[in-house]
């Protein structure tokens, strides 16, 4: 049953300008099928975003796709059935033919404290779908880079990834008049806790790279909010200890090719 509608549902996505007003759709639910990408369940509405973003900026972007009179958040699965419907119709709109493997953000992390997964519009969760051996914050990964904001996984599951990931999304619409979500870009740890002038004082480029105190309050100045990215080196040890002996990891150029070594991770 529920994969003929999805079968009509994708349909009507894709092609929503060519089909007439059915009167058996709710107002609610014209409108929201209207949005292209989109799907009516349990009374919300909900659109696929296939573009490209990091987790913050899929925030930002899911308040701009449900029309002038409303506004919209990162999808923030509440029950099994939403859940599963959901994300069900956004893994066939990605990967109609493998829906099983891809991978979208989605309206759950832990940024405020690790750990403490919540909403991204605020409050614990009310439930939960891990997959298997998850959330790991991704001790299995060689980097050591963390895993706070939540994507799609296997079937309907969960999986804690790295929020500088850019993938699709799926995003929630809120209607004008409910609670609506933060207008603000999330901070991700990537701004100076200290006054700029103080950071400018004490942390220059050596101090950036080995005052722990540095790293932590002057992050912005001392140029580390690239941290969530991949570590490696993209030259070769040798040039990097070399690099590093001579003291020029405090260069910008260096630290690009040389992170890991220059211990920027």
Avoid at 31 to 53: P, T
């Amino acid at each position: 049953m529920w994969k003929l509608f999805y079968v009509f549902a994708l349909c009507y996505a894709e092609n929503s300008e060519n089909y007439p007003a059915d009167p058996s759709f709710s107002s609610a639910e014209a409108e929201c099928l209207s949005f292209g990408n989109s799907i009516y369940i349990n009374d919300k509405c909900f659109k696929v975003e296939k573009g490209f973003f990091n987790y913050a900026d899929a925030m930002v972007n899911c308040q701009n796709q449900f029309g002038s009179g409303n506004t919209g958040k990162l999808f923030e699965p509440k029950d099994s059935s939403t859940n599963d419907q959901v994300i069900e119709f956004a893994k066939e709109m990605i990967l109609p033919s493998n829906h099983f493997t891809s991978k979208m953000h989605i309206g759950i992390n832990d940024m405020a404290t690790e750990g403490t997964w919540q909403y991204a519009t605020g409050g614990d969760l009310v439930y939960t779908n891990w997959g298997n051996g998850q959330p790991d914050n991704g001790i299995s990964s060689s980097d050591g880079v963390v895993e706070d904001c939540v994507e799609t996984w296997t079937g309907t599951t969960w999986n804690d990834g790295r929020c500088y990931e850019k993938q699709p999304s799926i995003c929630e619409m809120i209607s004008i008049g409910t609670t609506t979500p933060p207008t603000t870009t999330p901070t991700t740890g990537c701004e100076d806790n200290w006054p700029m002038k103080k950071c400018n004082k004490k942390c220059n480029a050596k101090k950036c790279l080995k005052s722990k105190s540095c790293k932590k309050n002057c992050r912005n100045t001392c140029d580390l909010c690239g941290i969530e990215e991949p570590c490696e080196d993209q030259k070769s040890s040798k040039f990097c200890n070399k690099a590093l002996t001579k003291g020029k990891c405090g260069k910008s150029s260096i630290w690009k090719k040389c992170k890991k070594t220059c211990d920027k991770c």
